[in-house]
């Protein structure tokens, strides 16, 4: 039997009050905000079960005025039986995440699987791929199926998309991850990026390291990669020396999700590498902000034959899963439990709980050794 979303139960009372004349033609029904508080839901979800009643002319919605039933007795939707729940109430949220893979983003989704199991809930995944057109029309496609929440990585952009600061303002139980709005009150989870930039930092300058590039996409300041940033500039300055920002490697565009990952503009990335690493050759080692930057870099020392020179670390990436001894140092999020709490603070919105919270996951430095880079190479 078909399971009936939060909306629908709404639109179903809604109706049978009016097919039972506890609603008669002409009586005004409770408002967005009455029904919201009533069914301890958002004001979209009350909303949408309002709409749908006026779409079949059911009620007359009259702006600053309310909901008011029709008079038209001979409406074939009045003779209609509403949808019944099954026994078990549906319980389904919506997962958006911009995009995922073995670096980042596969441990985090086994674990949101596993804790919807633990609070018995379904999900339905979407995936954006970097396009704030495509998270608008996930998150519609959601709310119209009926979704009770959502979990949401949201897309690499500088400007905050609306409907996430509408379903925010609105009280609906939706949770970040991974990418935080600054200044928007939204529970998040992730990383502290800050603190780990830092520490990735330090293990550099504790190896010797002070010439070192900060290497970055072109044009994309997002709040998850200025505190990777400003982590790094931060700790430079807290040893009193400077980083010059005309030394750093920030207009690579292949690794954007809206850019074109053709093998001509990776090429192109590759070309810019190269011609930095040749003009400034004192650069000991390179501060990736993620492991497709890194790997792109490491890729043209490769092609130099410096790959045993210098270092290379970054945030997330696959090599300990393949080898026990891996190349590279790197952030290691704790992905996995990364999914686990989104799950728990959204499950915790969908029983009413209002506060905002942010929950900070453990990160580890995963350390690599430059002498196993005599084995292996990357293509």
């Known amino acids: 039997m078909k399971k ?31 029904l919201s508080i009533q069914y301890n839901v958002s004001r979209i979800t009350s909303k949408k079960a309002l709409d749908m009643l006026a779409e079949q002319n059911l009620i007359s919605r009259m702006p600053g005025k309310g909901s008011y039933v029709m008079e038209n007795q001979e409406n074939e939707y009045l003779r209609q039986e509403p949808l019944r729940n099954s026994k078990k109430q549906s319980r389904v949220i919506g997962v958006i995440m911009d995009a995922f893979g073995a670096s980042y983003g596969y441990q985090l989704l086994l674990g949101i699987e596993r804790e919807c199991k633990e609070q018995d809930l379904n999900f339905i995944l979407k995936c954006t791929y970097g396009s704030k057109e495509a998270e ?3 998150i519609n496609e959601l709310l119209d199926i009926g979704v009770s929440g959502i979990i949401i990585m949201c897309v690499h952009d500088e400007t905050y998309n609306a409907l996430v600061l509408k379903l925010a303002v609105e009280k609906f139980p939706i949770v970040l991850i991974d990418r935080q709005l600054k200044g928007i009150p939204i ?86 590498i190269e011609d930095f690493i040749r003009k400034n050759p004192k650069t000991t080692a390179f501060f990736a902000i993620e492991y497709s930057i890194g790997l792109l870099v490491y890729k043209t020392l490769q092609k130099l034959g410096q790959e045993k020179e210098k270092e290379v670390v ?18 290691k999020q704790g992905e996995y439990q990364i999914g686990t709490n989104s799950v728990q603070l959204v499950a915790e919105r969908m029983k009413g709980k209002r506060e905002v919270e942010t929950r900070l996951i453990p990160y580890e430095i995963i350390e690599g050794d430059r002498k196993n880079r005599n084995k292996k190479t990357i293509a």
């Open 314 to 331: 970054f945030f997330d990436g696959i090599d300990e899963i393949y080898d026990s001894n891996p190349i590279f140092t790197r952030v």
């Open 136 to 138: 608008i029309e996930a």
């Open 187 to 272: 529970s998040y989870v992730g990383t502290d990026n800050y603190v780990a930039a830092k520490e990735l930092t330090d293990w550099l300058f504790r190896h010797g390291h002070t010439r070192i590039c900060f290497v970055s996409h072109a044009s994309v300041m997002t709040p998850t990669i200025l505190e990777r940033q400003n982590g790094f500039v931060d700790y430079h300055l807290e040893h009193n020396i400077i980083t010059n920002e005309s030394m750093w490697i920030s207009n690579l565009k292949s690794m954007l999700p809206s850019a074109n990952r053709g093998e001509a503009s990776e090429e192109s990335d590759l070309d810019l």
């Open 4 to 34: 009936v979303s939060l909306y629908e139960k709404i639109y179903n009372d809604i109706l049978e009050g009016i097919q039972a004349s506890k609603f008669p033609p002409g009586s005004k029904l409770p408002s967005e905000k009455e």
